[in-house]
Structure formats: structure tokens, C-alpha cells
């Protein structure tokens, strides 16, 4: 890990933490002042000049601490925004994916989507907002474009693609959470004279979550690596069609651990599992990212694939990991 | 933390040469191989393969140079096994012994032994099994029974193993046996190596559900073995064979074993699907992916000296599970003659009665999920 992540790593743990169970107006301003915002921004352009890897440690540590304030959208819009040429306006400014659902919307000063190769940019009054809540009961509001962008410029970016791995890095964080939760559970609650730790079958269920979990990591981490280089595409496809399944497969695990205190609202998991549910539709769900992929691959063909994939990583050689 | 510390892959040297050292290899062998060959083809035989590899120096890639080997890193290794399996290139003849013997024998073996063996190992003219299974003794290894005793004449050799993958191929077996009378559990085993053309050993096949011949028994009947057959420290058997199984689970035979198979529906779908079909292509595409990012991972982990034993079993466990859904959601999606004739038909027939042996060679999920358990702290 190098110097300056581990700094941002030690920044981030100390405040997410502080931040984790509060309102999204306790939250907001804190993570607005740490500067998150500007992460990918050179430093040449008065920013933190970080990587994705960078962005995946800190939208980790988001997701393991249920933060209830949007850390990777503003970061992936000021990146946008600074690509683009186009000075990032004051206040929250965040992203407009194809389905308009935009977490924290009412919030937010200005929107940044992108259309047909050409990235917009409104502000206040330029759009309306249809208030709606998540799964996670967090502001899931649908905004509209209604009036003439403040500004606007060419932009390659797939805005989708960045906010889907943006929630396979916080449902990293997520899924480690509730398996932390599962693993103090079944060690300290005591059934039949023992504790749950000490059934088989119990065990069997977490070594598996287990996987889940490992399995998101990995994939966040490639996706990491593959933006780092360029285009990321292919990982972004597989590893948000991945963590559909992870959800699908552990979330009903931590639950199951956990009896009837795991459905309580007072109880902590329901801010994980909760938000793991609602991020698996958010930015794409499996069915979107799958087909995608699968189409990718069909042009591909059998043998085309296996030649892409390793491709993909070998372009990684000679990289700093 | 993570649960799973990610380890980067990033080899040195000329990768994308390496790969493509692999595949002119293939390319020049692949005319002859039917595709019921190609299938599982880390368990199917083309001898002049096997030594066309070995002579490439693509065998024992990172044993030292003077037994043969090659001083290569195991990433690099890692490369020239993923290109043979994704390319369904019969393998079979010379895989254990590249993969966990022959590194055994460097790690452990004497003198004597690595230079008896390894050579015509990484020439890929020698092979080799390995005992470990008996009929009493399967998911509960340590309580093997199957004896060898110090005598004056050598070791005296007495029992059964069974279940012995290859063993009809192979000039030696790497043997767990019961060393010190009256001994119990993991105490008082060692590991022999011993040559299969020894008097008193009879090799008996076992034909799987496939038709397949790769299971034997093998009966030792008062087998006489130099004393020199040990390999490594009497008594520590049980912790030899341990390391030795971490080799046999973390690599990507553990996910890439049916390829051939994505490869071939991929290839019967054609460059535009029904949105449901492509999503099927996407989502075993998602978990392949996935799984290769773990099984790098977990070979730099083996490179920077680590002993990854729950990773792997890990990687083991997600990849029997995907490698098993492959044939049944293939089945499930696609009408496929199974008495057809067309490449994805026998793939496909082949594949679905061959997916139960993915969850027994190199423990069942129980058992790898009892390993990750552990290394949780559960039990």
C-alpha cells in the first residue's frame, strides 16, 4: 500500500467510523469536509490525485460502516467534471444513471449525467426532484433533467459502469460487516448448552458466506486494477453480475444466523443487509450487467474469451499492484 | 479485514510470450485429440504431449535447474497450466507429478530421490500418483491403516489404497502409510515413494460413471522397499501431506477442468443470443472470472512464500460448486441432443455425468468448508 493510501486509509477508518448510524445531515457535512469529493482529481487541478484502488479502499470502508451520505458519487462526478475540463460547481454534486434514481437527489446542488457520449451538467433549478426512499430507507430520489445544462463537453465514460463498481467496493465493505456480525453471534449466543459456533451446520453456512465475501473482494479488487489501466468494461460487468449473486447467497446466510434479532430495525444488520439488497438493482441489476456481458462474449466467441481474459490481466504486468 | 487478503498477481517477465509458447505448442498437437479427450483434460493421456511439453521446459517450471527443472516462478507456472486447461489439452499423464510430487520431492526428498525422479519428471517421461485414500480411510484421512514396517531388509509394506487416480499410468507412488506400530490419528505416519513395478503389487481398475478408467486399488502384499524410499522425516507424514494438499486445491484446474464446455455453448449460441441465453453466457462468464481473480491470488500467495490453506480451500469450494452448475444450467438453457454428435452434445453428456467427481478429488465441500471454518475460529 503505498504512503499516501495509507494515510487516506487511516483518514477514512477514523471518520467512517464516528459516522456510522448517523443521519445523513450529521454525516453529510463531515465527508463533505474530508474532501472525498476530489479523490481522482489530479493534483495539478487542486485534488487529491488518488487512483481506484484509492477509491475502492475508501468506498470499502463506506460500505463497512453503513455511511449514510453519498462518498462515491461525488467522487466519480468531480472525476468527470475535472476530465471534461469542467469546473466542479459548490455543495453536493452527484450522478444521474440511466434510471434516474439517484441516492440523496433532493440534496444535492448539482447533477452530472452522460448521454450519447456527452457529459452534462445541471445545476438547482435545471432539474426536478420525485422524492423516494431505498430499501436501505436512505433518499432514493428520481431526478429529471428539465432545463439547459450549466455545462457540458465530450466524455467516454460509461457512468453506469463507474457507479456499479462503486457498489461492488461498498458491498465489499458491506458483506464483511455482516459476516462480523454473524461470526459475534453464533460465538457468544447459546442454544442446546452450547454455543451456535459449535454446530456443524452453522459453521458450514459462514465458512460459504465466507466465500461470498472473498469472492466480492476479488473481484472489486480487479476492477480496481483494470480502471487503473484503462478500460474496465468486462470487470465492472462481471463483478457487479457477481456480487448479485453474493447478495443473493450470503445475505440470506447472516439473517438465518441471526434468528429474530437480525430482523429487528434496533439491531445493526439491517443497515448492511439492507443496503447489500437495494445495491444489487442500483447502477444495473444482475439481468442488466449479465446480458451485457453476455453479449460481449458471444461476439467474442469460446475461444475470443478465454484470449480477453487473459489479456485483461496480463496488460496489468509491470503495473504497480 | 478481509476476510480473504487479496494478494496482486503481477509475474515478471514475458507473459504474453509464455502464453503463446503454450498455445504454437497446442496448435501443433491438437489435430489428434478427440473431444471427449479434451474434456476433464487434466485427467486424459497423450504421452508424446506430455514429453512434447517437457521438452519445451514447460514441466517442473520452478524446480532447480540442476534436477531438471527450470527456476521459474510459480506465476509463471501458473500461466502455462491455466492456457492447458482452457485449452482442453490432455494432461493427465504428467500433472501430478509436475504439480505436487515432483514439488514434494524438491521440498522433502533426499538426494537420491530427486535424482532418480525429477529429471524424467520435468521431461514429462516419468509420472505419478499419489496414495492416500483406503477403503476405511476417505474424508478421514488420518485414520489410514495401511502399514509399512522397518525391517532389516528395507520397509515391508501391507494394505490397501484405493481410489488411486492414475495409478495404471504411473511408475511411482507418493504413499501415506502407517510407519509406527500401534500409532493413532496424525502421529506415526510417514510418506514412501514407491516404484509401482515392485513385486507384490497389484493394480486393479475401477471404471467410473463416465466409462472412464482413471480409478485404481492398489494391493501391497509384503512389498519389499529400501529403506531410502522415505521421503522426508519418518513420522511427519501427516504435515507433508497437508503442504502437499494445498498444492492440489488452489490451482485452476479447480475452475477451468470444464472450460471446454462454456467454449463450446458459447460457440453453438453464436454472436447473437436471446437476451436469456446471453445472460446465462454472463453470468457463468461472472463467476469464472471471478473465480481466476481468486485462484491468481491465491498462487501469489504460494509464490511470496505463504501457505494459503484456507484460500484454496476456498477457491476449491466456489470453483466444484460453479464447475458443477455449468452442465445443469447448460442442460436447463439449451435444448441439446444428448446422443448427438456435435462437439457441445458429447461436452454436454460428458459433463453432466462427470460434475460429481469435481466434489470428491481434493476433498468434498464439507470438508473444505470444515478447513475454512477453522481458520475462522469456529471450531
Keep these: ?321 | 479485514m478481509q476476510i480473504f487478503p487479496l494478494h496482486p498477481f503481477r509475474p515478471q517477465g514475458d507473459i504474453p510470450a509464455l502464453r503463446q509458447q503454450v498455445r504454437d505448442l497446442v496448435a501443433q498437437h491438437e489435430n489428434r485429440w478427440s473431444v471427449l479427450q479434451r474434456a476433464n483434460c487434466w485427467f486424459s493421456f497423450d504421452a508424446e504431449f506430455s514429453k512434447a511439453l517437457g521438452a519445451a521446459g514447460l514441466l517442473g517450471m520452478t524446480w532447480p535447474k540442476q534436477y531438471g527443472g527450470h527456476e521459474r516462478t510459480m506465476l509463471e507456472r501458473y500461466v502455462v497450466l491455466e492456457e492447458l486447461l482452457a485449452a482442453g489439452a490432455p494432461a493427465g499423464l504428467h500433472w501430478i507429478a509436475d504439480r505436487q510430487t515432483g514439488a514434494l520431492l524438491v521440498r522433502y526428498g533426499t538426494e537420491a530421490q530427486r535424482e532418480k525422479y525429477l529429471p524424467g519428471m520435468a521431461r514429462g517421461e516419468i509420472y505419478a500418483c499419489i496414495g492416500l485414500s483406503e477403503p476405511n480411510s476417505g474424508s478421514d484421512l488420518a485414520s489410514v491403516r495401511t502399514s509399512a514396517r522397518r525391517t532389516q531388509e528395507g520397509w515391508r509394506v501391507n494394505g490397501q489404497k484405493v481410489w488411486t487416480s492414475g495409478a495404471h499410468k504411473s511408475h511411482a507412488a507418493l504413499t501415506l502409510l502407517r510407519t509406527e506400530e500401534g500409532s493413532e490419528r496424525q502421529q506415526g505416519l510417514s510418506q514412501l515413494m514407491i516404484d509401482l513395478d515392485t513385486p507384490g503389487i497389484t493394480i486393479r481398475p475401477i471404471i467410473d460413471m463416465t466409462g472412464t478408467h482413471h480409478f485404481n486399488e492398489i494391493f501391497f502384499d509384503d512389498v519389499l522397499l529400501p529403506l531410502d524410499a522415505l521421503v522426508g522425516v519418518e513420522g511427519q507424514g501427516w504435515k507433508q501431506v497437508t503442504a502437499e494438499l494445498a498444492l492440489e486445491r488452489s490451482g485452476p484446474e479447480r475452475y477451468l477442468s470444464s472450460h471446454i464446455l462454456l467454449v463450446a455453448l458459447i460457440d453453438a449460441i453464436g454472436p447473437e443470443p436471446t437476451p436469456e441465453i446471453a445472460q446465462q453466457i454472463g453470468r457463468l462468464t461472472a463467476e469464472m472470472w471471478t473465480l481466476r481473480q481468486m485462484s491468481m491470488s491465491t498462487a501469489a500467495k504460494l509464490d511470496a512464500g505463504e501457505d494459503p490453506i484456507v484460500e484454496a480451500a476456498i477457491v476449491k469450494d466456489l470453483g466444484n460448486a460453479y464447475e458443477q452448475a455449468l452442465p445443469r444450467l447448460v442442460q436447463a438453457a439449451v435444448d441439446v441432443d444428448l446422443a448427438g454428435s456435435s462437439a457441445l452434445s458429447q461436452l454436454l453428456a460428458y459433463y453432466l455425468l462427470a460434475a460429481p467427481s469435481f466434489s470428491l478429488r481434493g476433498g468434498t465441500p464439507e470438508v473444505l468448508r470444515g478447513i475454512i471454518a477453522k481458520g475462522l475460529g469456529l471450531r
Excluded at chain 1, 490525485?49 to 453519498?70: C, E, I
Excluded at chain 1, 432545463?147 to 457498489?167: E, H, Q, T, V, Y
Design chain 1, 1 to 321: 500500500m503505498s504512503e499516501n493510501r495509507a494515510l487516506l486509509v487511516e483518514m477514512a477508518e477514523g471518520l467512517f467510523a464516528d459516522l456510522a448510524g448517523a443521519s445523513f445531515e450529521a454525516a453529510w457535512p463531515r465527508v463533505a469536509e474530508a474532501g472525498f469529493a476530489s479523490l481522482l482529481v489530479s493534483a495539478d487541478q487542486g485534488g487529491f490525485g488518488g487512483d481506484w484502488g484509492d477509491v475502492l479502499a475508501v468506498l470499502r470502508l463506506a460500505g463497512l460502516n453503513a455511511v449514510a451520505a453519498p462518498v462515491a458519487e461525488p467522487i466519480i462526478a468531480h472525476a468527470l467534471l475535472a476530465q471534461a475540463g469542467i469546473a466542479a460547481p459548490a455543495g453536493l454534486v452527484t450522478l444521474v444513471g440511466r434510471s434516474g434514481r439517484t441516492p440523496f437527489g433532493r440534496h444535492a446542488d448539482a447533477v452530472v449525467s452522460v448521454a450519447d457520449g456527452v457529459l452534462s451538467l445541471h445545476a438547482r433549478g435545471a432539474f426536478t426532484v420525485e422524492e423516494g426512499t431505498s430499501l436501505a430507507g436512505e433518499p432514493s430520489d428520481l431526478v429529471k433533467l428539465t432545463g439547459a445544462p450549466a455545462a457540458s463537453a465530450p466524455c467516454a465514460a460509461d457512468l453506469d459502469g463507474l457507479g456499479a463498481f462503486a457498489r461492488v467496493a461498498q458491498a465489499s465493505g458491506a458483506l464483511e460487516s455482516a459476516f462480523t456480525l454473524a461470526i459475534d453471534h453464533v460465538n457468544t449466543r447459546v442454544q442446546f448448552g452450547r454455543t451456535l459456533a459449535k454446530f456443524q451446520a452453522v459453521q458450514q453456512a459462514l465458512a460459504e458466506f465466507s466465500e461470498e465475501a472473498a469472492a466480492v473482494d476479488a473481484a472489486a479488487a480487479a476492477c480496481a486494477a483494470a480502471l487503473d489501466v484503462g478500460d474496465a468494461g468486462f470487470e465492472i460487468a462481471a463483478a457487479k453480475m457477481r456480487l448479485g449473486l453474493a447478495v443473493d447467497r450470503a445475505t440470506p446466510i447472516a439473517h438465518r444466523m441471526h434468528g429474530a434479532i437480525g430482523f429487528t430495525m434496533e439491531y445493526a444488520l439491517n443497515r448492511y443487509t439492507r443496503r447489500l439488497m437495494a445495491w444489487r438493482s442500483e447502477f444495473g441489476n444482475d439481468a442488466f450487467w449479465a446480458e451485457a456481458l453476455g453479449r460481449r462474449v458471444a461476439v467474442l466467441g469460446g475461444h475470443g474469451l478465454w484470449r480477453e481474459v487473459a489479456a485483461r490481466t496480463d496488460r496489468l504486468i509491470g503495473q504497480e499492484a
